[in-house]
Structure formats: C-alpha cells, structure tokens
C-alpha cells in the first residue's frame, strides 16, 4: 500500500532531551514536507526537501533540523525540545512536476509532548 | 507576501443545507490551490484541486483572480461531510495552509 509513515505517533519528552521523528514513504517521491498543526494557525511548513541531500527552510524552521540521506526518508530533528514545540506533528510527500511539488500525500501524524 | 486566509473557525449547518467554505489567498502570481479534508481519525487528503476542475463527493470549489477566492461549495451537506477543511497552495515548493474551517453537520 502506498503510504507515508510516521513513526512516533506519540510522545511525551522533557525540555531538551533530544528526539526524532522518523518519515517513510515508499511511493518513491522526490518531494518530502514536514509540518506542525497547531490550533487556530492551520498547518505550517517547517522543512521541506526536494531530493537526496537538498533541504530548505519552510515557514517555522526554528528549533528544528532534517536530512535527506536516502529518498524514502525524512527525519525530522528536535536537538533540544522546548515546551512551545508541543504540536502536532504531519510529514507529507509528493511527486515532482514541471511547476514543483503538486498532490501532497499525508502521514497520519505525530503527537509530541514536551514537558 | 503569500497568506492563505480562511475566516470561519467553525461553521455548523444541518444536514440537507447548503455549505459553503471560504478561502481567499494573497498571491501575485496564478496560484494551483487545493483543498485538503481531515475527517475523525483519519489523515489529512485531498479533496479536489482547481486545476482537475471536478466534483468530489458533492464538493466544487471555482479559483475567482479578481477575488482572489477559492471558496468549496456544496449544494446539500451531508453528516459525513464533517469534518476539518484546509485551503492550500504551493508557491513552487513551499506549501501555504489556511487555519482551517471545522465543519460540523447537524442530523
């Protein structure tokens, strides 16, 4: 089944214990997305990566890192977690086209509490 | 700069009612805009893209330039219709989301 996966789906950390949310996708996109959904603001991009090795900044970067070591992943890096990064987390990916990232296909989220 | 405006939170109609969900965008160029829905548990999706110009489930939404609009419409809401909606566009490789609109039909 062609899928994004998120791995955790939930999780509860204390100020500064670094953490990492994995994202697989086996639909062997080029385009891959993180973003944070809070209430009232919506979703917000935060890194987004158009291949191996090409990452770039999204709207709310800060606090956060990525790679892009491989195609199907994209891990989304929190050195050191700060209670204002208590949010739900989604990772997207999608084909490339002439005009860029098109249809996004969505993970099913991930939950982080920090304490 | 780019802003994807949604300005109801919440709108609730009952069941049979016409619903309509507004989205208007700040954009100097000609913007691809979507529609994505959440329903309970469930993932984020598309729900239709102006550019395949279809209906989906009920669903039509027409891009207005001169408003610069994108608003979803359908013509009679159905329960299963609830659910949260997001209006989105991609400026070449960033993503821009509206806040979202919670729809909530009543039986």
């Known amino acids: 089944e062609a899928q994004v996966t998120q791995n955790p789906r939930y999780l509860i950390t204390v100020t500064g214990k670094k953490l990492t949310v994995t994202c697989s996708q086996n639909m062997n996109h080029e385009y891959m997305s993180w973003y944070r959904q809070d209430p009232g603001l919506g979703l917000r991009q935060i890194y987004y990566?158009?291949?191996?090795?090409?990452?770039d900044k999204g709207d709310v970067p800060e606090g956060y890192k990525v790679s892009r070591k491989e195609k199907r992943n994209f891990p989304l890096i929190l050195e050191s977690p700060s209670p204002n990064q208590t949010s739900l987390y989604f990772c997207a990916s999608s084909l490339l086209q002439g005009t860029g990232a098109n249809v996004l296909t969505f993970g099913a989220g991930s939950r982080l509490t920090v304490l | 700069a780019q802003r994807v405006t949604q300005p109801e939170k919440l709108l609730s109609v009952f069941k049979g009612a016409p619903v309509e969900l507004k989205c208007n965008y700040s954009?100097?160029?000609?913007?691809?805009l979507f529609w994505y829905v959440q329903y309970s548990r469930q993932r984020l999706q598309l729900l239709l893209r102006h550019i395949s110009r279809e209906s989906i489930k009920g669903f039509t939404a027409d891009l207005n330039k001169g408003e610069t609009s994108f608003h979803l419409k359908k013509p009679f809401a159905q329960e299963e219709d609830s659910a949260m909606y997001y209006c989105a566009f991609p400026n070449f490789n960033k993503f821009y989301f509206g806040s979202g609109t919670k729809l909530n039909v009543k039986p």
């Open positions: 954009y100097s160029g000609s913007p691809e």
């Open positions: 990566s158009m291949n191996v090795e090409v990452t």
